[in-house]
C-alpha cells in the first residue's frame, strides 16, 4: 500500500518510472556531490538534498515547464527534475567555467533560465519576497503561469515571510509557497524555537490557504501540489504548502549533526521514498526489477559522466571576475547551453518589456478599501 491506494494504481507507469528516476538521480548526484567536496573539489558551503528527493519529484510532476521555481540554499536537486543538466550542475559546484554561471555560483546559486529555475539563494528566506515579485509579473503580464517557491523551516521565522504572505494574499499573486520542514533549522529543531511549529498554520493569520504535506511520499506530494496549482491557476491567490521530509545527512557537509541521535536517523531511514515508490509500482505489477536495475545503471553512469565533466571543465580566468556584473542596454542574454555545450538552444524564455501592456486589475480597489473602513468604524 502506498499514497493510500491499495488496489489499482491511478497513475500511468510512465509518471511513475520518471518520478523515480528524478529521485534516483538526485539521490546519486547528491551522493557524488558529497564525495566531491570530501576530495576538495567542492570549496566553501554544500548543503545536500538526500532523504527529501520526494518533495521536488513530486512537485515537478504536479507543475508545468513553464512554472518558474526559486530555491534556497540546499539547491542542486530541484533544477535537475526540472531537467538542467547535471554535468553543468556538477561544473558548477566545482566553481568551473563549464557551470551554469561560469563556476561563479557555486553551490547555492544554481540559476537555470532555461528551465525556469531562478536561483539558489544564499540569504536564509531571501527568495521568499523575489517569489512574490516574480507572480506579481505573471499576473501583470496576464499569464497564467505560477511561481513555486522552496525554503526551509528555519526561514519561516525570517520577517520577509510574514511580509510577504500578507503582500501575497492581499494582491491574490499566483505563487505557491512550500516550506520543506526537515525538521532542523541548522542543528536545532524548529519546535524548540517556535511557539507554533506547524509552519503552514501561519497562513491563517493572513486569511490564506495553507496544508501540511507527506513530503517523504511522492504520490501524496503530488496529490497536494496538483490541487494547489489548480487552485492558484484559477485566481484564487496563494497557497502555503508545508512539505515534513527529513535530510538523512547533516545541515551540510561541515556539520557532523551530532544533536540527533543515529536511532533517529536509523528510523527515519524507513520512510526513504525511493524504496518506498520502486515497492509500490512493483507490487502494482506495473514494471518489473530490470526496468528499475536498468534506470538505476544509466542514472549512475549520467552522474560518473558529470563527475568527469567537471572535473574536466577549465577554471575561469581571473578577468572573469569583473565580467557578467553589469548587463548592457540591449544585452543579448547568454545561453549556458550553448555556451558550454554548443547545442542550439532554441526555446529561450522571452517576457514582454512592460510597455505594451495594460493593466487589467486594481491593485487596490477603492471600493473594496471603503468597505474595509465602513467594517472597522473608520470614516474619511
Known sequence: MFGGLAVASAYSKDMLMKMYRHMYLMRRFEERAGQQYGLGKIAGFCHLYIGQEAVAAGVEAAIRPDDYMLSGYRDHAQPLARGSDAGMVMAELFGRTGGYSKGKGGSMHIFDIENHFYGGYGIVGAQIGLAAGMAFASRYRNEDRITVCYFGDAAANQGIFHETLNMAVKWKLPVLYICENNRY??????ARTSAVPEIHKRGAAYG??????????????YESVKDAAAYIRAGNGPVLMEANTYRFRGHSM???ATYRTKQEVEDERKNDPIPRLREYVLKQGLAKEEEF?????EVKEQVDAAVKFADESPEPDLAELWKDTIVEEGEEDVRPRERVLGVKVAKWPKYPSGQELKVTWDLEPREQADKADKAAGLKR
Open 293 to 297: 536495475e536498468a534506470i538505476d545503471n
Open 185 to 190: 533549522g541548522m542543528g536545532t529543531a524548529i
Open 254 to 256: 561541515a556539520d557532523p
Open 208 to 221: 490564506m490557504r495553507h496544508e501540511a504535506a507527506d513530503g517523504m511520499d511522492v504520490l501524496k506530494m
